[in-house]
């Protein structure tokens, strides 16, 4: 199961135009690394080499359920006001074996709260591992697809595409990635936030 700590936001600066929420769970919280090292600190770098203008404010927290996120949504919309929302949660719920419509409903009231505040939403798949069993496996991973579907959402499948099993891309606990790990998934989220970033 996925722990509980809180990724202290990256500073905010008025310098820049635009800001990209990460809301999510320990997957995006660099959970047992330097914060310098998670996927959601190399985007505000990327970014910047890209000649975009946007800061990263990351407010995920490890161990968050869909429940939680949709609890603090409001909070963190009102506090960090942003462009876009790239929305990461659910594999604590999979992984507890909660329901998926419980989830369901949770990530529509979080997409429907960022639509209001006027952001753009960017969601996250995952995946979960062949022991929960077919029909839950593939129910959850289906909810994401048509989830992005029916509220018209850009979508990333599958946050860990392109980590194999390999030991360079996981921590000892074989579900948070490593350093490198942290380098792959910024490549898979690159490639779903770029289509929605602007330039001016």
Known sequence: MLTFAIAPAI????????????????????YGLAQTQGWANLLEKR???EGFDYRVA????SGETT??????????????????VVLELGANDGLRGQSLEVMKRNLEKIIDASRAAKAEVLLVGMRLPPNYG???????????????????????????????????????????PTSEGQVVMLETMWKGLQPLLKRK
């Open 47 to 49: 970014l910047h080499d």
């Open 58 to 61: 990351n407010a995920s927290i």
């Open 11 to 30: 500073a905010p600066s008025s310098a820049y135009a635009r800001t990209i929420l990460v809301f999510g769970d320990s997957l995006s919280a660099a």
């Open 67 to 84: 429940t939680g996120g949709a609890n603090r949504i409001e909070g963190a919309l009102k506090a960090h006001r942003p462009d876009l």
């Open 134 to 176: 077919t029909a839950y496996t593939e129910k959850f991973q289906q909810t994401y697809v048509d989830l992005a579907r029916s509220k018209k959402t850009a979508l990333v499948p599958f946050l860990f595409e392109g980590l194999s099993d390999d030991g360079r891309f996981f921590q000892a606990d074989r579900v948070h």
